[in-house]
């Protein structure tokens, strides 16, 4: 027995033949091997570009970019201006489409018509899907449609889920019905053929094949053309242009994801994500409401004036911006014409726009839907797109006009030059440097105080300002103000306009004449409005700024930021004496403003008008710039009019009235209150706008106790204003519905002879604040009072116009103020050697034979460069053409270039960036 098992034992080793078999067969393995590697090799080596686009090709789709969510912009209160909306890209598979079982009957894939069928359902053109993947059977990635919408995307896969779910109910309803005792053959029946027709109907949905869908987002803008200058707009590689949507660009991209994947030989996906990043969000200090009301008011604006004159909009532009003195929050920011956000493109918004020179200066040609049509390339179209993409509040450079008055005086009193308390001559003109610039009374003010050539806007007030300031403060005040810097607003395209300020190097005692009531220098209405409520608020000069917040994709603030401020332009004693002077240019009876204050309200401002190159053209920029309330300021606006289309283009009347209708329902809505009663017509008003008498928000209608600055009886204290005899002071009263406080009787004659001309409680002022501002602008005849006050109501009154004519030029004198409208006013010192013929109220001239191409010549009223002033203009002229100058310009053609002598106009071209 133990040698049977030894045997055994023996027999189950390798024998010598088995082992040298096995030898073979490792050493054919490691041949085999050895061949494939280098079988791999060579087709590595030789095709493996080939290869490698292939199995690319074939798992494209399974390795794909995943997309981020750009960051969405909201107001102040948290209204939506832009944001990104989900759509979807419908990718077409014609490999996996044709790689179904063959039907006989076709002779095509099983999953090909129900496929066709489906990108149908999506809006796809089926014939074209099906020419595209016989011709390209291979393909594994065809963008078939863009920008699919979520709720087509949701409905879509709806419709798959709904089949399948309706198999599966019929289904629980034949058994159910199969179940019972008594069954119904004909329910059963209808439940079968229900049965069958969704089951066909869910079969064609599980043969879809080869369609897919790729998430992507676009940019949406769901409130249209607001704020468009400020939003700018993004295209669909998430690159912003202009506005927002450029400054931020990189805050609001974020980062995409990536998923890596391949599939199984069951095609089983298998892969690895990598999350996209969303971009971050903006919380801006424009408030959408206050938005709405500026551009309600621009485009009533521009539907008024539109064609008016000439085919066209209501104006080149309309710029309109408030901001919040305190802090330098921008509370509103709008322009016309503006466009659509989610259509940019729209080349529609361009008829009405000044046609572009070859250099893109606007001209005085317009186009018309011909023009546009003719517009066939898109370079041409782009130039033009530009333009109206352009945001005119902080990209356009022009003359302020009367507006920079106020920085003049201001300049003055903080240089220590002037105390606030001179006097000045107005006798209709100066002759500086050899020129006779000329106010736009040309009769003459006579004696003003420093409030008063405010208020009145005097050109020679101001110029005699400027001569006590200096060419050296002059021009340091400038720079502290901010003009010709960028404020470094957070908005792309904000012009620089240091090129269009002169130096104090090469200031001549004429520029600075006429740089101190708004010429030849280059603003833009951002500058203005920062530097004005600098003016205003105490000397503080705040950075303007859009965006108060950066946020994270899911809320969690990302930075605060804050208030920037940049400087103290001037000091609270200068800024209170700025507030009394633009106080009068509204209230005194003289004021240039006076159709500004809204109801309720007592607000300061500056009236502007500035005439754009070349001079004598007769068009005009008009502007107003304003605060409220008068008694602490909260807010400014800054209203410019760039080439109205009416005639004549200089009345200021529309720029105050711009802010009067816009400041009428904003200081409500930010629940300022009123600082004066309301009139019955000014209760109307607000009735008819559906508005609140905020009157009651912090004011009684229970008037005041008033106090003369008299001490009749020299015990130190004034006395009370006793006009009925009481023995107590008496209440206010407003006996003529003015809204100003009168009842002041101190001789006890019965009539009041003290004013209380700031409401405040306390009688200043014994000269009558209503004296001579009777007349009436639409009559021919006034009363001897008026006559005696305002001699030009006596003059022919003009329907047409609402102007008087002066019966001496011809020219127009607006009713209000007797400014002498559209005139020449700066007139040289000689005669024409030769050749003029407009002798009467003409510029001097040096040019030998009466050249037409002598830029400094003026040959009338009409044509002498303009000095502007409010209602009327300012004007001003070189006398020698070959003075050397140094060139300025603005994209309004409003550009200037100053030489020793005088004022070289020139059509400059070139735009400071």
């Given at each position: 027995?133990?040698?049977?098992?030894?045997?055994?034992?023996?027999?189950?080793?390798l024998?010598?033949?088995?082992?040298?078999?096995?030898?073979?067969?490792?050493?054919?393995?490691?041949?085999?091997?050895?061949?494939?590697?280098?079988?791999?090799?060579?087709?590595?080596?030789?095709?493996?570009?080939?290869?490698?686009?292939?199995?690319?090709?074939?798992?494209?789709?399974?390795?794909?970019?995943?997309?981020?969510?750009?960051?969405?912009?909201?107001?102040?209160?948290?209204?939506?201006?832009?944001?990104?909306?989900?759509?979807?890209?419908?990718?077409?598979?014609?490999?996996?489409?044709?790689?179904?079982?063959?039907?006989?009957?076709?002779?095509?894939?099983?999953?090909?018509?129900?496929?066709?069928?489906?990108?149908?359902?999506?809006?796809?053109?089926?014939?074209?899907?099906?020419?595209?993947?016989?011709?390209n059977?291979?393909?594994?990635?065809?963008?078939?449609?863009?920008?699919?919408?979520?709720s087509?995307?949701?409905?879509?896969?709806?419709?798959?889920?709904?089949?399948?779910?309706k198999?599966?109910?019929i289904?629980?309803?034949?058994?159910?019905?199969?179940?019972?005792?008594?069954?119904?053959?004909?329910?059963?029946?209808?439940?079968?053929?229900?049965?069958?027709?969704?089951?066909?109907?869910?079969?064609?949905?599980?043969?879809i094949?080869?369609?897919?869908?790729?998430?992507?987002?676009?940019?949406?803008?769901?409130?249209?053309?607001?704020?468009?200058?400020?939003?700018?707009?993004?295209?669909?590689?998430?690159?912003?242009?202009?506005g927002?949507?450029?400054?931020?660009?990189?805050?609001?991209?974020?980062?995409?994801?990536?998923?890596?994947?391949?599939?199984?030989?069951?095609?089983?996906?298998?892969?690895?994500?990598?999350?996209?990043?969303d971009?971050?969000?903006?919380?801006?200090t424009?408030d959408?409401?206050?938005?709405?009301?500026?551009?309600?008011?621009?485009?009533?604006?521009?539907?008024?004036?539109?064609?008016?004159?000439?085919?066209?909009?209501?104006?080149?532009?309309?710029?309109?911006?408030?901001?919040?003195?305190?802090?330098?929050?921008?509370?509103?920011?709008?322009?016309?014409?503006?466009?659509?956000?989610?259509?940019?493109?729209?080349?529609?918004?361009?008829?009405?726009?000044?046609?572009?020179?070859?250099?893109?200066?606007?001209?005085?040609?317009?186009?018309?839907?011909?023009?546009?049509?003719?517009?066939?390339t898109?370079?041409?179209?782009?130039?033009?797109?530009?333009?109206?993409?352009?945001?005119f509040?902080?990209?356009?450079?022009?003359?302020?006009?009367?507006?920079?008055?106020?920085?003049?005086?201001?300049?003055?009193?903080?240089?220590?030059?002037?105390?606030?308390?001179?006097?000045?001559?107005?006798?209709?003109?100066?002759?500086?440097?050899?020129?006779?610039?000329?106010?736009?009374?040309?009769?003459?003010?006579?004696i003003?105080?420093?409030?008063?050539a405010?208020?009145?806007?005097?050109?020679?007030?101001?110029?005699?300002?400027?001569?006590?300031?200096?060419?050296?403060?002059?021009?340091?005040?400038?720079?502290?103000?901010?003009?010709?810097?960028?404020?470094?607003?957070?908005?792309?395209?904000?012009?620089?306009?240091?090129?269009?300020?002169?130096?104090?190097?090469?200031?001549s005692?004429?520029?600075?004449?006429?740089?101190?009531?708004?010429?030849?220098?280059?603003?833009?209405?951002?500058?203005?409005?920062?530097?004005f409520?600098?003016?205003?608020?105490?000397?503080?000069?705040?950075?303007?700024?859009?965006?108060?917040?950066?946020?994270?994709?899911?809320?969690?603030?990302?930075?605060?930021?804050?208030?920037?401020?940049?400087?103290?332009?001037?000091?609270?004693?200068?800024?209170?004496?700025i507030?009394?002077?633009?106080?009068?240019?509204?209230?005194?009876?003289?004021?240039?403003?006076?159709?500004?204050?809204?109801?309720?309200?007592?607000?300061?401002?500056?009236?502007?008008?500035?005439?754009?190159?070349?001079?004598?053209?007769?068009?005009?920029?008009?502007?107003?710039?304003?605060?409220?309330?008068?008694?602490?300021?909260?807010?400014?606006?800054?209203?410019?009019?760039?080439?109205?289309?009416d005639?004549?283009e200089?009345?200021?009347?529309?720029?105050?009235?711009?802010?009067?209708?816009?400041?009428?329902?904003?200081?409500?809505?930010?629940?300022?209150?009123?600082?004066?009663?309301?009139?019955?017509?000014?209760?109307?008003?607000?009735?008819?706008?559906?508005?609140?008498?905020?009157?009651?928000?912090?004011?009684?209608?229970?008037?005041?106790?008033?106090?003369?600055?008299?001490?009749?009886?020299?015990?130190?204290?004034?006395?009370?204003?006793?006009?009925?005899?009481?023995?107590?002071?008496?209440?206010?009263?407003?006996?003529?519905?003015?809204?100003v406080?009168d009842?002041?009787?101190?001789?006890g004659?019965?009539?009041?002879?003290?004013?209380?001309?700031?409401?405040?409680?306390?009688?200043?002022?014994?000269?009558?604040?209503?004296?001579?501002?009777?007349?009436?602008?639409?009559?021919?005849?006034?009363?001897?009072?008026?006559?005696?006050?305002?001699?030009?109501?006596?003059?022919?009154?003009?329907?047409?116009?609402?102007?008087?004519?002066?019966?001496?030029?011809?020219?127009?004198?607006?009713?209000?103020?007797?400014?002498?409208?559209?005139?020449?006013?700066?007139?040289?010192?000689?005669?024409?050697?030769?050749?003029s013929?407009?002798?009467?109220?003409?510029?001097?001239?040096?040019?030998?034979?009466?050249?037409?191409?002598?830029?400094a010549?003026?040959?009338?009223?009409?044509?002498?460069?303009?000095?502007?002033?409010?209602?009327g203009?300012?004007?001003?002229?070189?006398?020698?053409?070959?003075?050397?100058?140094?060139?300025?310009?603005?994209?309004?053609g409003?550009?200037?270039?100053?030489?020793?002598?005088?004022v070289?106009?020139?059509?400059?071209?070139?735009?400071?960036?």
């Open positions: 027995m133990a040698d049977r098992r030894k045997r055994r034992t023996q027999s189950r080793g024998t010598p033949g088995m082992q040298k078999k096995l030898v073979v067969l490792f050493i054919v393995v490691l041949l085999a091997f050895g061949f494939l590697i280098y079988r791999l090799y060579h087709i590595s080596r030789d095709n493996g570009a080939e290869y490698e686009k292939t199995v690319l090709s074939q798992q494209s789709y399974d390795s794909r970019e995943l997309p981020y969510k750009r960051g969405t912009i909201t107001d102040a209160k948290g209204t939506v201006l832009a944001t990104s909306e989900l759509v979807y890209n419908v990718i077409i598979d014609a490999y996996q489409m044709n790689s179904g079982t063959i039907d006989e009957t076709t002779g095509e894939s099983i999953y090909v018509e129900p496929t066709l069928n489906a990108c149908e359902s999506l809006g796809i053109d089926k014939e074209k899907i099906r020419t595209y993947i016989t011709d059977p291979d393909s594994r990635y065809y963008v078939a449609l863009k920008n699919l919408s979520y087509q995307y949701t409905a879509y896969q709806q419709a798959i889920t709904d089949a399948s779910d198999v599966k109910n289904q629980a309803s034949l058994d159910e019905e199969n179940a019972k005792s008594n069954l119904d053959e004909n329910t059963v029946k209808q439940l079968e053929d229900q049965l069958a027709e969704a089951k066909k109907d869910n079969e064609e949905y599980q043969n094949q080869g369609i897919w869908f790729e998430p992507a987002y676009i940019r949406s803008y769901p409130n249209g053309s607001l704020a468009c200058d400020v939003i700018g707009f993004a295209n669909d590689q998430n690159q912003g242009s202009f927002l949507e450029e400054y931020y660009n990189d805050t609001l991209n974020g980062t995409p994801g990536r998923e890596y994947g391949y599939l199984s030989g069951q095609s089983t996906l298998q892969r690895t994500t990598i999350e996209a990043t971009g971050n969000n903006l919380v801006l424009l959408a409401n206050i938005q709405s009301i500026c551009e309600k008011y621009l485009l009533q604006y521009n539907e008024e004036k539109q064609n008016k004159v000439r085919q066209g909009y209501g104006a080149n532009n309309v710029g309109v911006i408030i901001e919040d003195v305190t802090n330098g929050d921008i509370l509103a920011m709008a322009s016309y014409p503006n466009y659509d956000l989610s259509n940019p493109y729209d080349l529609s918004r361009i008829v009405g726009m000044p046609k572009l020179d070859d250099k893109d200066n606007p001209t005085d040609e317009y186009m018309t839907q011909a023009d546009v049509d003719a517009l066939d898109f370079e041409e179209q782009s130039r033009y797109l530009n333009a109206l993409w352009t945001n509040c902080i990209s356009t450079p022009y003359e302020p006009g009367s507006t920079a008055k106020p920085f003049t005086y201001a300049a003055g009193l903080e240089s220590g030059k002037m105390t606030g308390d001179e006097t000045y001559y107005c006798g209709g003109s100066l002759n500086v440097g050899g020129w006779d610039i000329y106010c736009h009374n040309r009769s003459g003010d006579g003003l105080t420093d409030n008063e405010i208020e009145r806007s005097c050109n020679v007030a101001l110029m005699q300002m400027a001569e006590q300031i200096g060419v050296e403060d002059f021009t340091k005040f400038q720079r502290i103000f901010g003009f010709g810097l960028r404020t470094n607003i957070d908005l792309a395209g904000e012009a620089r306009t240091d090129s269009m300020v002169i130096s104090a190097d090469d200031m005692v004429s520029d600075l004449a006429t740089n101190s009531f708004g010429q030849n220098f280059d603003v833009t209405m951002i500058q203005m409005i920062s530097a409520s600098s003016l205003i608020n105490g000397g503080y000069y705040w950075q303007p700024h859009l965006v108060s917040r950066i946020a994270s994709a899911s809320g969690a603030t990302v930075q605060n930021i804050e208030p920037r401020l940049v400087k103290q332009t001037v000091s609270e004693t200068t800024s209170e004496k507030r009394e002077a633009t106080l009068q240019v509204v209230e005194g009876a003289n004021g240039t403003g006076k159709k500004a204050r809204p109801a309720g309200y007592r607000i300061g401002g500056k009236t502007g008008t500035a005439e754009t190159l070349p001079r004598g053209n007769n068009e005009y920029i008009v502007s107003f710039e304003a605060y409220a309330p008068y008694e602490d300021p909260k807010i400014a606006i800054y209203v410019v009019i760039d080439r109205m289309n005639a004549p200089d009345q200021t009347s529309d720029a105050c009235l711009l802010v009067r209708e816009i400041l009428t329902e904003v200081l409500p809505y930010l629940n300022i209150s009123m600082t004066v009663p309301l009139t019955s017509e000014e209760e109307a008003e607000l009735e008819a706008l559906n508005l609140q008498n905020t009157y009651a928000y912090g004011s009684s209608n229970t008037p005041i106790a008033i106090k003369n600055n008299f001490d009749s009886d020299g015990d130190g204290v004034n006395d009370a204003v006793d006009a009925n005899g009481d023995g107590a002071a008496d209440t206010a009263l407003d006996t003529n519905g003015d809204g406080t009842a002041v009787d101190t001789d004659d019965g009539k009041a002879d003290m004013w209380d001309t700031d409401n405040d409680g306390v009688a200043d002022s014994t000269t009558d604040p209503n004296a001579g501002s009777s007349g009436s602008e639409s009559s021919d005849t006034a009363s001897s009072g008026d006559t005696q006050d305002k001699p030009w109501l006596s003059y022919e009154y003009d329907e047409t116009t609402g102007y008087y004519i002066d019966p001496e030029t011809g020219g127009y004198i607006d009713p209000e103020t007797g400014y002498s409208v559209g005139s020449s006013l700066m007139q040289g010192s000689t005669a024409a050697s030769s050749g013929s407009d002798s009467t109220d003409a510029a001097s001239t040096t040019a030998s034979s009466g050249s037409s191409d002598a830029a010549a003026a040959s009338s009223g009409t044509s002498a460069a303009d000095a502007t002033a409010d209602t203009t300012q004007q001003t002229q070189d006398a020698t053409a070959d003075t050397a100058a140094s060139s300025t310009a603005s994209s309004t409003t550009g200037t270039s100053t030489s020793d002598t005088g070289v106009v020139t059509d400059s071209t070139s735009a400071a960036q």
